[in-house]
């Protein structure tokens, strides 16, 4: 027999009462989603019949999964960073404020203030001379109408060859293949780097954990991440994922959309061996207010 109590009245005030509506002080706007937290995680747990082991082990896992500062991967993981995407095109698209470039997750691997350059640069540290490609990757910037846009600010960041990120993986040197480009008089950047790897969840991890559980895999196509951002033009994130990978179409994170390919071409030369070229440019939309200008408020490293 099925038993729920969550519904009734006296159960309701209880749950008012633990999100702080009995009192005046703190943030109403918290109390509003910690008593939908409350509500619908007793709806949860009788409508699923969770037992008292399940509960404290999902209680055990979300304190493993923050010591190990994986919480951003696994709210990608299941999903939920690709949804606020979908939910935030649709709001868009309600609005009538369409065009340019797709947006896509950012994911936890950001870190702010990497080395700036006027129009090209190198992104890599030469640490992996003989076992990287070396890549040349470059486009142009447009604003809402196909104009070059000049001065616009290109911040992007990928993986090295083994799929770690520079900050997190502490071998690497510092703000390695991180940087941000300040596009030329024709809105170009070019950058000299190397083809970055995909990469999986740690094995060992909480996130992994929880995919092996669903059935899932936690790979990730190759693909290299982008703040775009100019004055007047609405800030974008998005990310290119490389063309022949064999998660392109079967990303963990559900990165991967239309329009966000990037087609990697690779040639080989008897001088300097082998290497690829990449070319993707990005179209900003107009910013609809100065806030449009900026990233999320996310904290980041
Ligand atoms: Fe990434």
Redesign the pocket.
């Known amino acids: 027999m099925t038993v729920k109590i969550a519904h009734t009245p006296e159960l309701q005030k209880f749950f008012a009462e633990a999100a702080g509506f009995t009192n005046d002080d703190g943030s109403s706007r918290l109390k509003n989603i910690v008593l939908r937290v409350l509500q619908d995680s007793a709806k949860i747990i009788e409508d699923l019949d969770i037992s008292e082991n399940e509960f404290w082990k999902a209680v055990d896992y979300l304190n493993r999964l923050g010591g190990r500062s994986e919480a951003g991967l696994l709210v990608a993981g299941l999903g939920i960073e690709h949804f606020l995407d979908l939910l935030q095109d649709a709001k868009d698209a309600q609005i009538g404020l369409t065009g340019g470039t797709p947006r896509t997750i950012e994911?936890p691997?950001y870190v702010a203030g990497a080395p700036l350059f006027e129009g090209e640069c190198r992104m890599d540290d030469g640490s992996e001379e003989g076992v990287a490609t070396q890549m040349l990757l470059e486009g142009q910037v447009f604003d809402p109408h196909g104009q070059p846009l000049a001065g616009a600010t290109v911040d992007l960041?990928?993986?090295n060859t083994r799929g770690t990120?520079s900050f997190f993986d502490p071998s690497q040197s510092a703000y390695n293949l991180r940087r941000r480009i300040i596009t030329d008089a024709e809105g170009r950047y070019r950058v000299r780097s190397i083809v970055p790897s995909g990469?999986g969840c740690d094995p060992q991890g909480p996130t992994q954990e929880c995919l092996n559980l669903l059935g899932r895999h936690g790979q990730?196509p190759a693909?290299v991440?982008f703040f775009i951002s100019a004055p007047g033009h609405r800030h974008l994130t998005t990310?290119i994922n490389l063309s022949g990978d064999q998660y392109l179409w079967d990303d963990f994170a559900y990165a991967t959309r239309e329009g966000l390919v990037g087609e990697v071409v690779f040639h080989e030369s008897e001088t300097s061996g082998r290497h690829a070229e990449l070319t993707f440019d990005f179209q900003l939309q107009a910013a609809p207010d100065a806030s449009a200008e900026q990233r999320s408020q996310r904290p980041r490293a």
Do not use: I, S, V
């Open positions: 994911g691997l960041w990928h993986a990120y990469y990730r693909h991440h990310q």
